[in-house]
């Protein structure tokens, strides 16, 4: 199997997560396991779903931990419980955090694929 290269060029790389196809994109929603779950599955990280508990790891939110309610594979963007804004008009909206600034504190292991793909099941 021949190997792609990926390249370097910073635009070419947002050009590259722009028009990933749809089948790549949850792979793409990886964020990374809190220490005490990379000891206990060996893996680095995993793609996150609903249900997943996080932790905001960089930005105005910092520190904040919530299940994740919503997930935008298209945008890279992840809704969590419990952070909010209110809006001028007096709604209240939820605030959307990029993938890349989250850690995984507890999984969503309803799924079986997903518990057999750790070694749960």
């Not at 590259?16 to 792979?27: E, F, G, I, S």
């Not at 060996?42 to 309610?69: A, C, I, W």
């Not at 959307?96 to 997903?114: E, G, Y």
Request: charge should be positive; aromatic fraction near 2%.
């Amino acid at each position: 199997m021949k190997q792609v290269s990926r390249p370097k060029d910073p635009s070419k790389q947002r050009l590259m997560l722009r028009d990933a196809p749809k089948h790549v994109l949850p792979k793409l929603m990886s964020a990374h396991l809190a220490p005490e779950l990379r000891t206990k599955y060996g893996r680095r990280s995993l793609p996150l779903r609903v249900g997943d508990t996080v932790k905001v790891m960089r930005g105005e939110y910092d520190g904040v931990q919530g299940k994740v309610k919503r997930v935008n594979r298209e945008r890279q963007l992840v809704y969590i419980e419990g952070l909010t804004r209110k809006r001028a008009d007096g709604r209240v909206v939820d605030i959307p955090v990029h993938v890349s600034n989250l850690m995984i504190v507890a999984l969503n292991l309803d799924d079986r694929l997903r518990k057999e793909k750790l070694g749960e099941g």
